[in-house]
């Protein structure tokens, strides 16, 4: 048998050596025979800590890289819970922490059936955890109950197995919407919940645990710093640090402005708003100074968040303060088979081509692109695209383009 000392000393010899070791240097280094430096490297590889590669007629021993399991767990917008036999949680990611409202030691390690995930194993989640040795995958669909909330879930129940061979369950779950106590207006026609009202709620819950997580990081970022300048002698490095702190800071605080303007309390429910009185209320927000503002949109309404108005004012805030040269900016529509075109366009310096492939994604930038992303979200909830058409050095041109069924003119009614 494989002495476990040995073992530990070659793992941490190789961790030392990126790029890889000959079973002769861990010999060499270890002061060890080559035959006993090939036994415990083969049984690294064969219990999947290394991994050979060959070089000539020589074999190289690397550690094998290995992705942290809760990391891989957080990698979507799913709860995620992973139990044993006797139902002890052993693994679960961060949105589900995020849903409960619990720390991993609340949870981790004790009978789900005691602790606040209880709400999560209903009668018919527990029937299919016995069964599912014999049954396989299951998917089941219900409700879940959380103080005065209840919401619509669905959960897929899968069969596992852990390294040491033994059977596991897990759990991923989605909750779409709430069932009880609706805000006025979720209702589409027949009493079903309007879709539009469903992608609001899973729309929240996601860009909340996204939120959640980068502040999370930023905190790590900022408490890191700290510990470098405590470490710091030099009084240069403790300005650049302290600098590295304060911009750190001034980010999160940022981003928790924005949690307060795109994310309230309440969900906010899609309706028909009026083009024109968006535009009002975005215009009311910023000062346009000598740029001129021009909209041909009149007794439009379309069916969108009723905070559709930050959007503009993004676009708007964006051609004043990135646009340069802007003297003026103009809002038109256009019916484009049967969908609805609204274009907005400035004579500013305009977007370069390599930032449009990312200008509406998460990080992309600082500060305010971080909105058009948020912009993007919003709009998305009632199927409105937005995109980037402009040339640049001729101006910025954004175009929202508005589904059939989700427009109408006011007139008409």
């Given at each position: 048998?494989a002495?476990?000392?040995?073992?530990?000393?070659?793992?941490g010899?190789?961790?030392?050596?990126?790029k890889g070791?000959?079973?002769?240097e861990v010999?060499?280094e270890?002061?060890?025979?080559?035959?006993?430096?090939?036994?415990y490297?083969?049984?690294?590889v064969?219990s999947?800590s290394?991994?050979?590669?060959?070089?000539g007629?020589?074999k190289?021993?690397y550690?094998?890289?290995?992705?942290?399991?809760?990391?891989?767990l957080?990698?979507?917008?799913?709860?995620l819970?992973?139990l044993?036999a006797?139902?002890v949680v052993?693994e679960?990611?961060?949105n589900a922490l995020?849903f409960?409202?619990?720390?991993?030691?609340?949870?981790?390690?004790?009978?789900a059936?005691h602790?606040?995930?209880?709400?999560?194993?209903d009668?018919?989640t527990?029937?299919?955890?016995?069964?599912?040795p014999?049954?396989g995958e299951?998917?089941i669909?219900g409700?879940?109950t959380?103080?005065?909330?209840?919401?619509a879930?669905?959960k897929?129940?899968?069969?596992l197995?852990?390294?040491?061979?033994k059977?596991?369950t897990?759990?991923?779950?989605?909750?779409?919407?709430?069932?009880?106590?609706?805000?006025?207006?979720?209702?589409?026609k027949?009493g079903?919940?309007?879709?539009?009202?469903?992608?609001?709620c899973?729309?929240?819950?996601?860009?909340?645990?996204?939120?959640r997580?980068?502040?999370?990081?930023?905190?790590?970022?900022?408490?890191?710093?700290?510990?470098?300048?405590?470490q710091s002698?030099?009084?240069?490095?403790?300005h650049?640090?302290?600098?590295?702190e304060?911009?750190?800071?001034?980010?999160?605080r940022?981003?928790?402005?924005?949690?307060?303007?795109?994310?309230?309390?309440?969900i906010?429910?899609?309706?028909?708003?009026?083009i024109e009185d968006?535009l009002?209320?975005?215009?009311?927000?910023?000062?346009?100074?000598?740029?001129?503002?021009?909209?041909?949109?009149?007794?439009?309404?379309?069916?969108?968040?009723?905070?559709?108005?930050?959007i503009?004012?993004?676009?708007?805030?964006n051609?004043?303060v990135?646009g340069?040269k802007?003297t003026?900016?103009?809002?038109?529509?256009k019916?484009?088979e049967e969908?609805l075109?609204?274009?907005?366009?400035?004579?500013?310096?305009?977007?370069?081509e390599?930032?449009?492939a990312?200008?509406?994604?998460?990080?992309?930038?600082?500060?305010?692109?971080?909105?058009?992303?948020?912009?993007?979200q919003i709009l998305?909830?009632?199927?409105i695209?937005?995109?980037?058409?402009?040339t640049?050095?001729r101006g910025?041109?954004?175009?929202?383009l508005?589904?059939?069924g989700?427009?109408?003119?006011?007139?008409?009614?």
């Amino acid at each position: 048998m494989a002495d476990r000392g040995d073992i530990d000393r070659i793992r941490g010899l190789l961790q030392q050596h990126q790029k890889g070791l000959t079973i002769e240097e861990v010999a060499q280094e270890l002061d060890i025979n080559r035959s006993t430096a090939s036994k415990y490297l083969n049984s690294l590889v064969f219990s999947g800590s290394a991994t050979i590669r060959k070089l000539g007629p020589a074999k190289l021993f690397y550690l094998r890289e290995q992705l942290p399991l809760q990391h891989l767990l957080n990698c979507t917008y799913d709860g995620l819970v992973v139990l044993d036999a006797d139902l002890v949680v052993q693994e679960i990611n961060a949105n589900a922490l995020f849903f409960f409202d619990v720390q991993p030691d609340q949870v981790k390690g004790l009978d789900a059936l005691h602790t606040p995930l209880r709400p999560l194993f209903d009668q018919e989640t527990c029937s299919s955890l016995r069964e599912i040795p014999e049954s396989g995958e299951r998917e089941i669909e219900g409700s879940l109950t959380l103080g005065q909330d209840t919401w619509a879930v669905r959960k897929k129940i899968i069969p596992l197995q852990f390294q040491s061979g033994k059977p596991g369950t897990g759990i991923i779950f989605r909750v779409t919407s709430p069932g009880e106590g609706l805000h006025e207006g979720v209702h589409a026609k027949g009493g079903e919940i309007d879709p539009s009202y469903i992608r609001a709620c899973k729309q929240s819950f996601q860009l909340s645990a996204l939120f959640r997580r980068f502040s999370l990081n930023q905190l790590s970022l900022a408490t890191d710093t700290l510990k470098r300048v405590e470490q710091s002698a030099n009084q240069e490095m403790v300005h650049q640090l302290l600098q590295e702190e304060t911009m750190i800071l001034e980010n999160l605080r940022f981003h928790l402005n924005l949690i307060e303007e795109y994310l309230d309390d309440d969900i906010k429910v899609p309706g028909w708003y009026l083009i024109e009185d968006i535009l009002t209320r975005s215009l009311s927000s910023q000062k346009l100074a000598h740029i001129r503002f021009f909209s041909d949109i009149r007794g439009v309404e379309v069916f969108t968040d009723r905070d559709c108005g930050r959007i503009f004012s993004t676009l708007l805030e964006n051609s004043i303060v990135h646009g340069k040269k802007v003297t003026s900016i103009r809002v038109t529509s256009k019916e484009r088979e049967e969908a609805l075109c609204i274009t907005y366009e400035d004579d500013g310096v305009g977007i370069p081509e390599r930032e449009k492939a990312t200008l509406f994604e998460w990080g992309h930038g600082i500060h305010k692109a971080h909105s058009l992303f948020l912009s993007r979200q919003i709009l998305a909830v009632t199927d409105i695209s937005i995109r980037e058409t402009g040339t640049y050095g001729r101006g910025a041109r954004f175009e929202l383009l508005v589904p059939a069924g989700n427009w109408r003119e006011k007139e008409a009614l």
